[in-house]
């Protein structure tokens, strides 16, 4: 059985509880004034693209639009998309400061996600890319309309967790979470309305 887990009443972080994973969720990391200005800014300055994946052999258009913002050199590649950072936006590097207080963590690059409505989303995947290292820390912000998010244990069928993640909300990613889960967030018969979600990331070598 799948248990949604709804705390949302709270300022404190929640540890997830997911064997094999370090996940914690912060409900309120910023207010809901606050994630609206944040959310306005970033839609508009944001040079958002639409990219083609492959996916065995096969092209498709990726059901949402993303773009990478980090430091000079720092090439990030999945799916066979390899995109480039553009510089830190005043706003991007204020937000990284705040993510990277809370965490105790540094991070060299933010991937931004614009899912425009219900019928875009992201499919099941790890974020084990090799320029992020051995156990990556990720850090996942939401702005926006409120979408479910998938984990699955790669090993045991049977360990499935979801979660809504709710505008002004931070979940943060360590230890071994990628390397034991996928998470996703899937599409949504309901109307939405957009949601952005930044996901910052350090990536420690670049593979050309
Ligand atoms: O939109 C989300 O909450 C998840 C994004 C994500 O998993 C990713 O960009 O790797
Ligand atoms: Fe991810």
Redesign the pocket.
């Known amino acids: 059985m799948m248990k949604l887990f709804t705390s949302e009443e709270t300022n404190n972080p929640i540890r997830l509880p997911m064997k094999d994973a370090e996940v914690w969720y912060y409900p309120n990391f910023y207010s809901e004034e606050i994630a609206t200005t944040f959310q306005k800014k970033i839609m508009a300055e944001t040079e958002w693209q639409e990219d083609d994946i492959t996916v065995f052999g096969k092209t498709y258009k990726q059901p949402?639009l993303?773009a990478l913002y980090g430091d000079d050199g720092k090439s990030y590649s999945?799916s066979n998309i390899k995109m480039q950072p553009k510089k830190f936006t005043s706003l991007l590097e204020d937000i990284k400061n705040d993510v990277e207080k809370i965490s105790n963590e540094k991070y060299t690059t933010v991937?931004l996600?614009l899912?425009r409505d219900g019928s875009d989303s992201?499919g099941w995947?790890s974020?084990d890319e090799k320029e992020l290292g051995k156990h990556p820390f990720?850090a996942?912000l939401?702005f926006g309309a409120k979408?479910t998010?998938h984990f699955k244990h790669k090993h045991n069928k049977n360990e499935r967790f979801k979660m809504n993640?709710k505008h002004g909300s931070l979940?943060l990613m360590g230890g071994t979470t990628q390397a034991y889960w996928q998470?996703?967030?899937p599409k949504s018969k309901k109307q939405l309305l957009p949601?952005i979600?930044l996901?910052f990331r350090n990536i420690k070598v670049s593979f050309i």
């Open positions: 949402r993303t999945y991937l996600n899912y992201n995947h974020d990720i996942s939401s979408r998010f993640l979940l998470h996703q967030l949601r979600n996901t």
